[in-house]
């Protein structure tokens, strides 16, 4: 089974300044996707950013950015410029293709002022 | 109006009640998930289903049963609740393969 390891329950940052948060994952398969997915207090699940494990090039949305290590199963994502309401949950998630979606435990992330 | 609709937002019950949790979307999703998060557990899959008449036990269904009304309603059930099934339920729909769910917004249960 596949399985998502998130090995930082916590993490805080200052305002403006970047942060890597990690995620490894386990698989067999050579075909998948990876999600970060952000869940502020409001508790709305909200997607950040996608990886389809057949492109090398890692993904980027604005100041988010992964870096994928397929060989490594590991798939972490860097906020650069952090700001105030970055402050969230965040979750790393594994699929593959139309299959249900396998979550990490979590990582808060606090962004100081 | 939100995609997927989830009923209530929040619910306190008793231990022994029925409770029901209501879910409905406007996406045209065939695929539609129920999950429930726990802090430190992330978020792990209840039930699913593919279509009406496809209905599929996840990793934690025990306690729990589905059902699905319409494409677009996906009931989750407490048959008898008991504290430790207090925790935050999501509903969420799918359709592409590869691409990420829509979610509901969630609802809060707590059972004392």
């Known amino acids: 089974a596949q399985t998502v390891t998130q090995s930082q329950p916590e993490m805080s940052v200052q305002e403006a300044e970047t942060v890597t948060l990690s995620c490894t994952y386990d698989?067999?398969?050579?075909?998948?996707?990876l999600f970060w997915y952000k869940q502020p207090p409001s508790r709305q699940m909200i997607l950040v950013i996608r990886?389809?494990?057949?492109?090398?090039q890692n993904a980027t949305e604005n100041r988010f950015s992964v870096n994928f290590q397929k060989a490594a199963k590991s798939f972490s994502l860097k906020i650069s410029d952090s700001q105030l309401g970055d402050a969230a949950m965040y979750f790393c998630?594994?699929?593959?293709?139309?299959?249900?979606?396998?979550f990490g435990a979590g990582t808060r992330l606090t962004v100081k002022p | 109006d939100a995609d997927v609709t989830q009923t209530p937002r929040n619910r306190i019950t008793k231990t022994g009640k029925r409770i029901m949790l209501e879910c409905s979307q406007t996406?045209?999703?065939?695929?539609m998930y129920w999950y429930r998060q726990d802090p430190g557990l992330g978020l792990r899959l209840i039930y699913y289903?593919?279509?009406?008449?496809?209905?599929n036990k996840g990793e934690i269904s025990d306690g729990y049963s589905v059902s699905r009304q319409a494409q677009a309603k996906f009931s989750l059930s407490l048959e008898s609740a008991i504290p430790n099934q207090t925790a935050l339920y999501f509903c969420?729909?799918?359709?592409?393969?590869?691409?990420?769910?829509?979610f509901g917004s969630g609802t809060r249960l707590t059972v004392v």
């Open positions: 998630a594994y699929r593959r293709g139309n299959n249900d979606m396998r």
């Open positions: 969420a729909t799918s359709d592409s393969p590869g691409y990420g769910y829509t």
């Open positions: 289903s593919f279509d009406v008449k496809d209905i």
């Open positions: 990886q389809e494990a057949y492109k090398q």
């Open positions: 698989t067999s398969e050579s075909d998948y996707y």
């Open positions: 996406k045209g999703h065939d695929r």
